[in-house]
């Protein structure tokens, strides 16, 4: 009896021990899973954040060139000059641009701030005619040469972003032209695919969100306002403060997760919020599974847990996978756009010098067949076909360069790769005066295997940062050579070179020596390289920089 007893006694004791031994380790497992349910949120919405905004300053950045292209064109200046000749031509111009650039709006005001001309100008809510000389954007761009504003139109009362710049010189402004941009776009897709995004300006005011209603309103402690400002800029004259929502649930425990990256030039904010709650409801399911199973048997429930935690390591692998995949993708193409906003004006030169000869040979050949000279009129127009094919070959590239498709890895010339990207930076070469030395030509004929716009973009990229890198008549080397299984392409500049401090973590995300970088274009194009089954390198060198892209060869 006292045996048996005894045996009730050890077992009810080993029962209370497990009970207690499982609930500790429910407790403990919960708690782990619960942090790196939140350290994953925090790293996921980390990586949005900043593929959002390098997508926001790049929009920002294709928009800034307009105004600044329209503000010297001679056809801007001659309207408003008093030259009403070509104002419908004009108007068809700013209509085609605003098409193709998907602005909102395009318009130019006289010195007095009346609307001359518009690419609405043939809608019944037309500019034409509107005096616009109350506007921040309009003073602001006499006064200063260029100035933006984002605010409520005053006919649509739909929110953009106005970017404005002076025509003339301050001391006799001829006027200003204005581009009005809406991101109502870009909104909708931040609704569909985030749990909130916004943008804020420097005073703190969401300008952008995903939530209408988060609109004008002060994320933060404001300085004293003037209303009636407020009221025309916002359509409010009492800004609100802005309160970060609580998320789904009743009763919420854990605050929305908020990363903020800067948005340049316009000095604003990116605010990413992620919702936690998701991930942390199934850390703490699982946990509690686990312990459950920990508590019915110890043993079975440790095979359990192993069997578990593998399964969910595969499926946490293959979703993280899937994502950095998207995110890596966005980025890259974030980081063409970006690239190719640089180059815009250079290629504006390259373009602009054809058309000019073109009408120089038109005109000529006009002359020379009412002469009767048809043998040297075809000469001119022979030429002209041949400029024509060269601004097709420039334009073809360029969109080439930004196309955002899914390309499989083909053979490859190097060459082809080469002349893409000079074809999209010459100007820029010819501009600073360097002399660039090009590999041989049957050099030039290897072959490799990769994907023609990846290794495109990380040659731009190396190119470009050797041409900022060179002063006025600098120096630039390609070399080519085989090695086994690949093909080296090195790219080398005669200027300051990689300051010894950044070299081994040169190829890291966000790690830059120039003031105005944001440090992520080595940490990409590495990345592609290896993507193809190559590599990045830097070599040191004893003059400039010396970077090699590793590619398999065909």
Same mark, same amino acid.
């Given at each position: 009896m006292q045996n048996r007893l005894g045996r009730w006694y050890l077992a009810s004791v080993a029962l209370i021990g497990a009970a207690l031994i499982a609930g500790l380790a429910?407790?403990?497992?919960?708690?782990?899973?619960?942090? #790196? /349910?939140? *350290?994953?949120? #925090? /790293?996921?919405a980390e990586a949005q954040a900043a593929i959002l905004a390098a997508g926001l300053e790049s929009e920002l950045n294709k928009f800034t060139l307009v105004p600044r292209v329209l503000a010297v064109d001679p056809e801007v /200046?001659?309207? %408003?000059?008093? !030259?009403?000749?070509?104002?419908? %031509?004009?108007?068809?111009? =700013?209509a085609a641009l605003a098409d193709q650039t998907n602005a909102a709006a395009i318009y130019l005001m006289d010195a007095r701030g009346l609307t001359l001309a518009a690419s609405n100008w043939d809608r019944p809510d037309s500019f034409i005619g509107s005096n616009y000389g109350f506007r921040e954007y309009f003073a602001g761009a006499l006064r200063e040469g260029t100035r933006t504003e984002f605010a409520l139109g005053t006919v649509s009362r #739909?929110?953009? =972003?106005? %970017?404005?710049?002076?025509?003339?010189?301050?001391?006799?402004?001829?006027?200003?032209?204005?581009?009005?941009?809406?991101?109502?776009?870009?909104?909708?897709?931040?609704? !569909?695919?985030e749990d909130g995004v916004f943008v804020t300006d420097a005073d703190g005011i969401v300008l952008l969100a995903s939530n209408p209603q988060w609109r004008f309103r002060a994320s933060e402690g404001t300085a004293a306002r003037d209303p009636a400002?407020?009221?025309?800029?916002?359509?409010?004259?009492?800004?609100?403060?802005?309160? =970060?929502? /609580?998320? *789904?649930?009743a009763s919420r425990t854990v605050r929305l997760i908020e990363k903020i990256q800067p948005i340049a030039p316009a000095g604003w904010e990116l605010h990413l919020l992620a919702d936690p709650s998701a991930r942390l409801s199934v850390a703490v399911a699982n946990a509690r599974l686990a312990g459950l199973g920990l508590l019915v048997a110890l043993g079975l429930a440790g095979l359990s847990a192993v069997l578990w935690r593998r399964q969910r390591q595969a499926r946490s692998a293959a979703e993280v996978a899937a994502q950095t995949a998207t995110l890596r993708e966005q980025l890259q193409q974030a980081n063409r756009l970006a690239t190719l906003g640089q180059i815009t004006a250079g290629l504006g030169h390259e373009i602009r010098q054809p058309l000019a000869a073109m009408r120089v040979y038109a005109e000529t050949g006009e002359r020379l067949l009412g002469a009767g000279r048809q043998g040297e009129a075809a000469e001119n127009f022979g030429k002209i076909a041949g400029l024509a094919g060269r601004i097709g070959e420039i334009t073809e590239e360029q969109l080439h360069f930004s196309r955002r498709q899914v390309e499989e890895p083909r053979d490859i010339r190097l060459g082809e790769v080469i002349d893409g990207s000079l074809l999209l930076l010459r100007d820029q070469i010819r501009q600073k005066g360097i002399a660039l030395t090009l590999p041989a030509p049957e050099a030039s004929a290897a072959m490799v295997r990769a994907r023609h716009v990846q =290794?495109?973009?990380v040659l731009v990229n190396l190119l470009q940062n050797a041409v900022q890198a060179c002063g006025e008549g600098g120096q630039i080397v390609l070399e080519i050579s085989p090695g086994a299984g690949v093909v080296r392409l090195g790219v080398a500049d005669n200027g300051p070179g990689v300051p010894p401090a950044l070299r081994d973590t040169l190829f890291q995300p966000f790690v830059t020596g120039k003031a105005e970088g944001i440090g992520l274009g080595l940490a990409i194009a590495r990345d592609i390289m290896r993507q193809l089954g190559g590599d990045l390198t830097h070599s040191e060198s004893a003059d400039g920089a010396r970077f090699i892209m590793t590619i398999p060869a065909a």
């Open positions: 429910m407790l403990g497992l919960e708690r782990a899973m619960r942090v #790196r /349910a939140l *350290d994953e949120t #925090r /790293a996921a /200046a001659a309207l %408003l000059s008093g !030259d009403t000749g070509q104002r419908n %031509l004009l108007n068809r111009r =700013l #739909r929110p953009g =972003l106005y %970017l404005a710049e002076r025509v003339g010189p301050a001391d006799r402004p001829l006027g200003v032209v204005a581009v009005k941009v809406e991101f109502d776009g870009l909104e909708r897709k931040w609704k !569909d695919a400002r407020d009221a025309m800029r916002f359509g409010v004259s009492r800004i609100e403060r802005f309160e =970060l929502p /609580a998320g *789904d649930g =290794l495109e973009q």
